[in-house]
């Protein structure tokens, strides 16, 4: 008999990044990525599982900007011609080092992998969504939402409006993609503040998850601490994450992703073969770029890039099971005496960023895999569950207030509010004020009815959170800054046409076809709650 539950959580979650009126956009390959790297590989290790009758449990986000681009006929055709030019640069490989055995062995290695992509990729018609809905109907898998543009909701809560469109349009558009209203949320950057949770009762929602330290310190202090839910007293849960569980594979110190025989993530063929050698696969731009063919392990912490040695995907396998079956360990120890303190079954709670698993950790689809094996096999103290289930299982909980917090640096809202991104909050809030003067607008025809939603669109885009997060970590903020900017003047375009009773609708199919996203939105949703 188990003595409590483990839930693993993943968030996978990517900008809107969609640019058909270009050739090519760098950022474009954050998607593509993804998909090689992380998206397809899980699947892999879901499948595995299902055909060996491993029952597992998971639960995983999957925002609407990235069902929206996997699910986009542009970047679908675009993805194939990344992974056609991945497939075509290691067969040359494979012949330039005919003579160099162990880069020969690692090229002949990732010319499988490509090939079991491109198969998984055919096998699903290029539609992961419906890959991943297989395991969500066989209740496997719980896909809950986001907000609708992972919006950082505790910055717009002087907008009641624009929070509530974020969370309605997240849930209309997880519905049409998936056939069912979700019963869960992972509320963007862990973000709360008191309050939203009335609104996700609204929405039908049945819980949240946030970052451990908002449990700890609700109102009254938590019995059990983040080793059980809350219920809020809207009757919404909240689900806080576990400290413990979560440094062993976050830490950048402790964490496993930094062993010595893993793959390093920075020494990419790109940036290592000869420009000439390399330049029709990193073009049209000619500028060097990760391709994710890599052939050096980490080696040590303290190794400059030029001290790497050669990477080896079967003694990293060994070390990734052996870490799957440490995680476990510490798990069941630490789920035993939490049983023993509580008397009633804990539940931990260890939520990552999916993308974690596959691109930045190239082994962790085979942590997961190998943890969920040896949990099913190796041991009897705890049960693998999703969040719905454990609901369903344990339906009485302790009432309390969460206390406002985020899963950011330091643990609250600084991250996406300092000198590096406060300029662009002024202009948020105006555009907010305006989408709800003009969402009581009535359309007089079909084209102010396009602008409207449009309009709608546009704000949701410009208040991704990942814009604000970007430019604090200091890495692609021209790209940042332009699409926060680019939204906006098209928002601001759009309200002054509106007013004016005129709208321009050549430039409007062209924005249209550009920012696509919710193609179903109503504007309305920006209407006085």
Known sequence: ????????????????????????????????????????????????????????????????????MLRDPLLQDRYEEHLSLLEELVAKEIDH???????????????????????????????????????????????????????????MKMYPQAVWAQIKVACEHYEENFGRPPKGIWLPECAYYEGVERMLADAGLRYFIMDGHGLLYARPRPRFGSYAPIFTEAGVAAFGRDHESSQQVWSSQVGYPGDPVYREFYKDLGWEAEYEYIKPYIMPNGQRKNTGIKYHKITSRNAGLSDKGLYDPYWAREKAAEHAGNFM????????????????????????????????????????????????????????????????????????KPSQSSWGYKGFHEYWLNETNAWIYPHLHKGAERMIEISHKEPADEL???????????????????????????????????????????FNKLYEDLNEGKVDSGWLEKVEKIDNIFPNINYRAYRPL
């Not at 999703?386 to 302790?398: K, W």
């Not at 669109?457 to 699409?483: H, K, N």
């Open 1 to 68: 008999m188990a003595f409590g539950y483990f839930a693993l959580v993943l968030h996978a979650h990517l900008p809107f990044v969609r640019h058909p009126e270009s050739d090519y956009v760098l950022e474009e390959e954050w998607l593509f990525e993804a998909i090689t790297e992380t998206y397809i590989p899980l699947l892999h290790v879901f499948e595995g599982l299902k055909r060996d009758g491993i029952d597992f449990k998971i639960t995983m986000s999957m925002t609407p900007p990235l069902v929206s």
């Open 97 to 155: 080092n005919k003579h160099n055995g162990h880069i020969k062995y690692l090229a002949e290695y990732y010319a499988t992998e490509f090939k079991n992509i491109r198969s998984t990729w055919e096998r699903y018609d290029r539609d992961l969504v419906k890959a991943f809905k297989q395991f969500l109907d066989s209740n496997n898998l719980e896909i809950i939402t986001c907000g609708a543009t992972h919006g950082y909701l505790p910055l």
């Open 329 to 400: 360990f510490n798990r069941k120890q630490q789920i035993e005496n939490l049983a023993g303190m509580m008397h009633r079954p804990p539940l931990v709670v260890s939520p990552y960023d999916a993308e974690l698993f596959g691109h930045w950790w190239y082994e962790g689809p085979w942590f997961i895999d190998y943890l969920f094996r040896k949990s099913w096999y190796d041991q009897d103290s705890y049960d693998m569950t999703h969040l719905a289930d454990y609901l369903r299982a344990c339906p009485n909980q302790q009432v309390c």
């Open 448 to 490: 102010q009815w396009r602008a409207l939603n449009q309009a709608a669109r546009e704000l949701l885009l410009a208040q991704s959170s990942d814009w604000a997060f970007i430019m604090r970590t200091g890495t692609m903020v021209p790209y940042a800054v332009r699409r926060t900017r680019s939204h906006l003047m098209r």
